[in-house]
């Protein structure tokens, strides 16, 4: 069974139903970061007041965020010692895909040891919720989202969609 | 009637039923592999393991008798016990390959290692290679001896039910595997079923082989139209996900168990004789001027078309008209279409014409008719004659039918006449409904597509008078429509008062006017079918 439990909304009281004050609190918390910024980076820009941290934009895509180790990126597909995919087309990754994602195709593997290979692999990124479900669920460790591409935007639903040679040669931009 | 207590449950049964029945009976689950209810007891997997008061040992509930006053225990801490070290075992020297093994998702050995195993394997030997992996073995079936627990349940099936005998185990101890004999192929005429019958992932289907994962199957349950049986199958399909055959729905057909009918099996040709169901199928409507080729209409213009025909003939002379009724129809079908064109338009020649030749038939399922429901088309009044069929075609071939209507039968490659192939091509209304091109399609004058038996709901009734129900599995493919649709679309164009009804209010109808479906709905047919009262 799972658990739940049943979280009620606080009711608003009478200064955040009368709308007006609610708005000035929020233009009175942007402003002070606005200008606590503002001060601090021009007094950096002096050297002083170094030990005070700013607020930081990173001016992609010129500069890009060193992202942490484990982090989740775009899907790749990992290859034997001899290139081909190591992924023997279980469909594991498939069925616990929570968003749907991904569509496989096996066909027979001409060395009988391995048997099964994917014939197509397809992942749709305008789908997928990049939750690694994929990745915990191989058996093979046969899929990874370590490529580090974060920039998967397309110009149309079609061109989200990765096939099992983007996925097997991620350097390839999507 | 021994008299006995399983697990405190009291149950008194016949004499000679086995333990493992009587537990099945009260709906306790004792777990097995080798024992099959359809062939003899080998005991040879010890999965079925119980403990039985004043009995020294556990013992193995598939073998063993119920006797008065016995009292067994199915789920003491030992036959737990033992359920978990008889399946570590079993799986000594399984290469526990899940990720390409077809099985998984159906396998006894998965199943049962969630519901009784659970352990942390000890084994640090190394496991014994057994063979190569994927043999094929005969047309249909492929064999991973790696796989194999030696239950010996293919070994009694092809001994006991399909009296091939191909399979035997070779070899002794943790050398011994599963083989044919030198020589031998596995093609007999009901090979598939080992495959069913395997417990594990060492038999499997080669025609399903990697297709789509047993997970994303919709199964539904169905009546095989293969021959006049009617064994009971499901139909499994999966639509909503690529698999490994472009443009097929049905991935393939299990049969289902009915021991009035076809037990646990189904023939060959019945179970992979699904391909028709997406293949080589009329998808729109056609018509064909003279001897071009046919061109793609539409529903509403075809059947104007064929209305406008159709009047001009019945205006002309009744007599010019035939209708072939076809055994391959379901009741309902056949019903409806006595209904309009018998009683409502009073034709005279309304015919019954099964165009599939007789075939082979042996003592376990395959009947040599190979129509699914002359049964109910004789039921229903239908009966087909030599003579006036024979009298027919060459009326036809002379001319003097101007206007003919066939049910998917394919005529033109049944009778080898030329004549007829210019007859259907010069009459002023030759109507073909069915599912799937033929060479009758090829010359009729005007094409409307009908449904598969797996898109439509409706009964047929085998040669030994049990009516079964088929489901609906798939929407009809392309344009195609369901026969009855057709047939009421068509009264409606004639401008006809026939209520637009489902297959189960033609039935209901049915049962209460033909004498043999009397008190029949389609809920007492249910899974299993019924015969008349
Ligand atoms: S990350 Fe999650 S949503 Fe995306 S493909 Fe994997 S399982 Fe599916
Ligand atoms: S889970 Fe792994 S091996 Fe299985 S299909 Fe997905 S990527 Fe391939
Ligand atoms: S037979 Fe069962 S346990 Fe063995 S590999 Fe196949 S699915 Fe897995
Ligand atoms: S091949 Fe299957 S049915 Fe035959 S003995 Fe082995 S496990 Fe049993």
Redesign the interface.
Known sequence: MIKTKVVSEPPLNFWERIYLPEVFRGLWITSKHFFRNFFLHLAHAFGLLRHLKAGVTIEYPEQTYILPKRSRTRHRLTHRPDGSPRC?????C??VCPARCI??????HPD?????KP??FDIDLGKCVFCGFCVEAC??DAIRMDTKIVNTAAYSRPAMKLDLNELLNPTSSS | MPTLKIDEKEVTVPPGTTLIRAAKELGIEIPYYCWHPGLSVAGNCRMCLVEVDKMPKPQISCHIQCQDGMVVRTQSETVKKLREHVLEFLLVNHPLDCPVCDQAGECGLQDYYMKHGLYDSRLNENKVKKGQKAVPIGPTVMLDNERCILCSRCVRFTDEISKSHEFGIFNRGDHSEIGLYPGEELNNKYSGNVVDICPVGALTDRDFRFKCRVWYLKKTESICPGCARGCNITIETSHDRPTGVENERVMRLKPRFNDEVNDWWICDSGRYGYHSIDQNRILTPLVREGTAAAKESNWKDALKQACVSFQNLMAQNKEQIAILLSPMMTNEEIYLAHKLFVETLQLSRVLLLGVHPNGDQDDLLIRSDKHPNRMGAEWLGLIEGKEVTQKLVSEIEKGLIQGLFLFGQDIVSQFQSERLNGALNQMRLSLFIGSNYNQTVSSARMILPGASYAEKDGTFTNFEGRVQRIRKALFPLGESRSELEIIQSFAAQLGLDLPSQTSEDIFLELAGSVPKFRGMTYDTIGHEGVRPA
């Open positions: 023997v087309a279980c469909m594991m498939e069925t569509a496989i195709v096996a066909e027979e009988p040891n391995i048997e099964k014939k197509s058996p093979e």
